[in-house]
């Protein structure tokens, strides 16, 4: 199993453009989130989905708009970049439950100039 | 903001010495998960701890849970130079997960 994939691996973009982060895993699990890392902040969760068809906010979902189509793919969507969200970005998955740990790729360090 | 905080910021150790990290939250849980970061790599779980547990183990990992003072603890016994790597508590409430800033260890060779 490849696990959680995340392409690009880096990505440079100009403020204002838009962008598409992607996310798909292999292990037929339910729950895919999307984090953001920080310098000093930890992991923030911008928007997660418990099955196809189904997403919700986390803690800081503005400038961002997921879907999920199909249970193995979870893309992030950058509508207008802007500098504030220069990040590594990270994806995750897991079976359903409270009690699951969480699989993680290998994320995707994105500039906004 | 609902994170937690991990404590130390950072921590340097020798090679064979206990390495003590903690994490303290905001709200009530369901469980605890504690992750390791490699320095430019994704997370990867370590552990998990429920809400109605106070200690578990796994391997060289004791983590302790008191939800009473909503705080939790990592302990790694004979650290290897291989530990050096960041370590984040998280917390699950319903279907989000809510990670602490991170403790940055550093084991000596």
């Known amino acids: 199993n490849a696990g959680v994939t995340q392409t690009p691996k880096f990505q440079v973009l100009k403020t204002g453009q838009s962008m598409t982060l992607q996310c798909a895993q292999d292990?037929?699990?339910?729950?895919m989130s999307w984090y953001r890392q920080d310098p000093g902040m930890g992991l923030r969760l911008i928007h997660y989905?418990?099955?196809?068809?189904?997403?919700d906010q986390g803690e800081v979902p503005n400038g961002y708009n997921v879907s999920r189509s199909t249970t193995e793919d979870f893309p992030l969507r950058l509508l207008s970049a802007a500098p504030s969200q220069t990040s590594v970005y990270f994806c995750a998955s897991s079976r359903q439950g409270s009690y699951n740990e969480q699989f993680f790729g290998p994320g995707t360090r994105l500039t906004v100039l | 903001s609902q994170q937690g905080e991990e404590d130390p910021q950072a921590l340097s150790i020798q090679e064979g010495e206990n390495a003590t990290m903690n994490c303290s939250y905001k709200t009530s849980i369901n469980n605890l998960q504690w992750y390791r970061q490699n320095s430019g790599r994704g997370l990867v779980h370590l552990i998990l701890?429920?809400?109605?547990?106070r200690e578990k183990h796994s391997g060289r990992l004791r983590v302790t849970l008191d939800t009473s003072k909503k705080s939790s603890s990592l302990l790694i016994t004979a650290s290897r130079a291989a530990d050096t790597a960041s370590y984040f508590c998280?917390?699950?409430?319903?279907?989000?997960?809510?990670f602490g800033t991170g403790t940055s260890l550093t084991v000596i060779p």
């Open positions: 998280a917390t699950n409430t319903g279907n989000q997960f809510y």
């Open positions: 989905s418990v099955g196809a068809g189904i997403t």
């Open positions: 701890i429920r809400s109605n547990e």
């Open positions: 292990m037929n699990h339910e729950y």
